[in-house]
Nanobody
Framework: QVQLVESGGGYVQTGGSLGLACFAS????????IGWFRRPPGKKREFVSA????????VYADSVKGRFIISRNNANNTAYLQMNDLRSEDTAVYYC??????????????????WGQGTQVTVSS
């Protein structure tokens, strides 16, 4: 099965940018649709963005549309989440996840079967 490791989290000021990476090992990233989710402090985990195996289809939560960009490089076994114009409400632990289904329920965490350990993103004013 695939193992996922996120990196790139940290502290950033409001309006700043941060890039996250999700590296896959054990199996080729190209086998899996990838989703990004986040868990804000004291809240449930929520959908952020997702990308199909080929990268041709991308999906975004309304709260991040126009600010975040999801991408993937299957040759490098890495998926990315570029986060721009960050706001305090973007503060959360960010997780990448892989789905064992060709076309998952993109926005549901139940559509994903393997998860990374998460990386903290803190946006301060």
């Amino acid at each position: 099965q695939v193992q996922l490791v996120e990196s790139g989290g940290g502290y950033v000021q409001t309006g700043g940018s941060l890039g996250l990476a999700c590296f896959a090992s054990g199996r080729a990233l190209s086998e899996y649709p990838i989703g990004w989710f986040r868990r804000p402090p004291g809240k449930k985990r929520e959908f952020v963005s997702a990308i199909s195996k080929s990268g041709m289809t991308t999906v975004y939560a309304d709260s991040v549309k126009g600010r975040f960009i999801i991408s993937r490089n299957n040759a490098n076994n890495t998926a990315y989440l570029q986060m721009n114009d960050l706001r305090s409400e973007d503060t959360a632990v960010y997780y990448c996840a892989a789905s064992g289904v060709h076309i998952p329920e993109w926005e549901s965490e139940y559509g994903y079967h393997w998860w990374g350990q998460g990386t903290q993103v803190t946006v301060s004013s």
